[in-house]
Each structure stands twice: as structure tokens, then as C-alpha cells.
């Protein structure tokens, strides 16, 4: 069971540290409820598992495809992140007290499609994952049930994390005053607005 082991470790590697995708999580959840933030959540820890399994797969070969795209990739990934953000925020601060029942339910797949896309064009999980493999001990025996175990392992660990997330978004929501959980998630989203606009300098400049 090593390579679960290792899959579990590597996919809290790549959750767990504080980001874009984090932030939208919660704010999502504290927005329209846990069921809707964990089809967010489930949506990033889908494109983590499928990273996963490129990375144990296609190794180096995966990372030299996407080279010639990295820079592309970046600028796409800080655009849809601006865009993102200041629909939120716009959205945030017009929104009536009108129910959120129709987000909570129509939208939810739509969250999950949203939330899979926006994990996807980050190029860096596949090379964190990618270097994760090839760091291992190459007297390792890596067949394709060890390879199929990592990537389980790794899609665990991001889904529970990314659930926690969610988790923590909806109980903010049930107790929080409506108008605290609106400027935090207008806060949450420049936060997420900032990051988008570093990822587009650095991709430019």
C-alpha cells in the first residue's frame, strides 16, 4: 500500500497549501451552501486525481508537451481567475435577499464543470505531481497497480481536503450575519482577484 501512502502525501502537497482554488471554495460554500462548495471541491480534486495519473503515466513526457503552452496556460489561468473574482465581487455586493435555492441546485453541476476547468489550466500541478514520481526511489517497482494506487491516493487527499473546505464555507454560512458572509466573500475573491493579476504579470513580463 506505499504507493497509496505516497498518492494520500502528495495530493495534501498540492491541496493543502492556501491558493486560488481554496478561497473560491469557501467563498462558493459560504454563497450557496456545503452541496454546491462540494461539487467545487470535487471538481479541483478531479482534475488533481487526472494530473495524477498523467504524471504516473507520461512521467517527463507530460511536462515537455506542456512547455511550449506553459506561458499561454498562465495567462488563461490568471484571466479566468480576474474574471472569476469580479463577477463574484460585483455579484456580492448587488445581491439581493432574494433565495439562493436555484444556485444551490441547478448550478451545483455547473460548479463542479467550473471548478474542474479552472484546476486543469494550472500547469504546475502536473510538474508537482511529475517530479514527485520521478524523486522516487528508482529501485521502486512502479507497475501500473502502484501507478493506479498513487493516483487513487492523491484524488482521495484533495477531495477530503477540498471537502473540509467546503465544510467550513457552509458552517460560515448557517452561522454567520448575512453581511459579515458578504464582505468576506468579497474579500476573499481580491484575494483571489490579486492572485490572478500576479499570474498574468509574471506571465507577460
Do not use: C, H
Not at 471541491?41 to 504524471?55: I, K, N, P, S, W
Not at 432574494?98 to 471548478?115: I, L, V
Not at 471537502?163 to 460560515?172: F, N
Request: glycine content about 12%.
Amino acid at each position: 500500500m506505499f504507493p497509496f501512502i505516497d498518492g494520500l502525501i502528495a495530493g495534501y502537497g498540492i491541496a493543502i497549501p492556501v491558493g486560488a482554488v481554496a478561497i473560491l471554495i469557501v467563498s462558493v460554500s459560504m454563497q450557496a451552501g456545503f452541496r454546491t462548495g462540494l461539487m467545487a471541491g470535487a471538481g479541483a480534486a478531479t482534475a488533481d486525481f487526472l494530473y495524477a495519473v498523467l504524471a504516473s503515466v507520461a512521467g517527463t513526457a507530460v511536462i515537455a508537451l506542456l512547455e511550449p503552452i506553459a506561458q499561454a496556460l498562465r495567462i488563461i489561468s490568471g484571466l479566468v481567475l480576474i474574471a472569476i473574482a469580479a463577477y463574484a465581487i460585483w455579484r456580492g455586493l448587488r445581491r439581493e435577499t432574494s433565495p439562493q435555492k436555484s444556485m444551490q441546485t441547478a448550478g451545483a453541476f455547473r460548479t463542479y464543470a467550473q471548478f474542474l476547468g479552472i484546476t486543469l489550466i494550472n500547469p504546475l500541478t502536473v510538474v508537482y505531481f511529475t517530479a514527485l514520481i520521478l524523486g522516487r526511489d528508482p529501485g521502486l517497482k512502479l507497475d501500473i497497480a502502484g501507478l493506479a494506487l498513487f493516483a487513487l491516493g492523491a484524488g482521495i487527499a484533495s477531495l477530503s481536503w477540498q471537502t473540509m473546505l467546503a465544510g467550513l464555507g457552509g458552517i460560515a454560512r448557517d452561522r454567520l450575519p448575512r453581511r459579515f458572509r458578504m464582505w468576506a466573500t468579497v474579500l476573499g475573491n481580491l484575494i483571489v482577484l490579486g492572485l490572478g493579476v500576479r499570474i498574468l504579470v509574471l506571465a507577460v513580463g
